[in-house]
């Protein structure tokens, strides 16, 4: 069993938060794949479906962002779970909107639920970071996490990021970890177009508009 959770803060308040991309991750994955209803669990809201073959439960902490490993070391303790069985979909202020990075370990950034969560599980868990961007001003992070994505915003990025995540965790759950991120990122930034190739006797294929007769 995998334990997919995201971040974020409950309530009609904060729900289109960039705090809570986190929570956006999972709910889609959730849809797309046809899972059970959420249920009150672990401090959180869960729900369990099959992906790849694979059983998997995804978890919304409902502890708050700062105390959010309370209910993901619940989760993981009833299921003995091994940590590296855990997933966490977060936002990351260090990288570009719409962009996607994904490690092992490592340090909590200055993310509190991350943060919290290491102390509860460990950190050998898999981070799936989402990027938001950064305001510019370190005493601006705080408000700005926690306002709304602008429709700008959505239309942009946002909603092909959520939509190609879900369509594309089938990679993740089989542990093909860079298919995964390439996919999604070809998916969010698609690439140019490549430049149309010459025809054989050394003309453009391009096809030209025939010319006007005299008697039009």
């Not at 669990?41 to 439960?57: C, T």
């Not at 091994?82 to 719409?98: H, K, S, W």
């Not at 509190?112 to 961007?133: A, P, S």
């Amino acid at each position: 069993m995998l334990l997919f959770v995201g971040l974020g803060n409950p309530g009609p308040k904060y729900e289109g938060n960039r705090h809570n991309i986190g929570f956006m991750a999972v709910e889609e994955i959730a849809r797309r794949h046809a899972f059970g209803p959420w249920r009150a669990r672990f401090q959180g809201l869960a729900s369990e479906g099959v992906i790849a073959g694979e059983k998997v439960m995804v978890l919304k902490p409902m502890t708050y962002m700062n105390e959010s490993g309370r209910s993901v070391g619940e989760a993981v303790r009833f299921f003995k779970l091994p940590v590296d069985a855990v997933t966490v979909f977060y936002d990351e202020l260090d990288l570009t909107p719409g962009k996607i990075r994904l490690k092992r370990g490592g340090g909590a950034g200055g993310h509190n639920g991350i943060r919290d969560i290491d102390r509860h599980i460990d950190k050998d868990y898999r981070r799936v970071r989402l990027g938001i961007g950064h305001p510019g001003d370190k005493s601006k992070v705080h408000s700005y996490v926690l306002s709304d994505f602008a429709k700008a915003e959505k239309n942009a990025w946002l909603e092909t990021l959520i939509d190609a995540l879900a369509r594309e965790v089938e990679e993740l759950v089989c542990g093909d970890e860079a298919r995964f991120m390439s996919r999604v990122a070809h998916a969010v930034f698609p690439p140019p177009p490549k430049p149309a190739k010459p025809a054989a006797d050394g003309s453009s294929d391009v096809s030209k508009d025939p010319p006007a007769s005299d008697g039009a």
